[in-house]
């Protein structure tokens, strides 16, 4: 059975950092793309990290620069580092693999900006 956990999730002030974990099992982990995606209430879900089964990393303008991600295939784990943070970076963060058709999410964790 695969299973995507994700953790880390919180209130945190504006400018103050979290660090996201995606926890993984029941997949061969080592192969799959990861994604960190956000979502807002009416808003369509966001792409805000990538990283390859190679290590190849990728992020949108909005993340460039405060956001990274990173793996462990050892461990089977994904992180999203997350820096400088905004009150709009308020969002449920969810994680995705992906290797091929199959295609997996995590259940997502809350993240709040606010002072």
């Known amino acids: 059975q695969v299973q995507l956990v994700e953790s880390g999730g919180g209130l945190v002030q504006p400018g103050g950092s979290l660090r996201l974990s995606c926890a993984a099992s029941?997949?061969?982990?080592?192969?799959?793309?990861m994604y960190w995606y956000r979502q807002t209430p009416g808003k369509e879900r966001e792409l805000v990290a990538t990283?390859?089964?190679?290590?190849?990393?990728n992020y949108p303008d909005s993340a460039k620069g405060r956001f990274s991600i990173s793996r462990d295939n050892a461990k089977k784990t994904g992180n999203l580092q997350m820096n400088s943070l905004k009150p709009e970076d308020t969002a449920v963060y969810y994680c995705?693999?992906?290797?091929?058709?199959?295609?997996?999410w995590g259940q997502g964790t809350q993240v709040t900006v606010s002072s």
């Open positions: 995705r693999l992906t290797w091929g058709s199959r295609n997996y």
């Open positions: 029941g997949i061969l982990f080592r192969m799959y793309t």
């Open positions: 990283i390859t089964s190679g290590g190849i990393t």
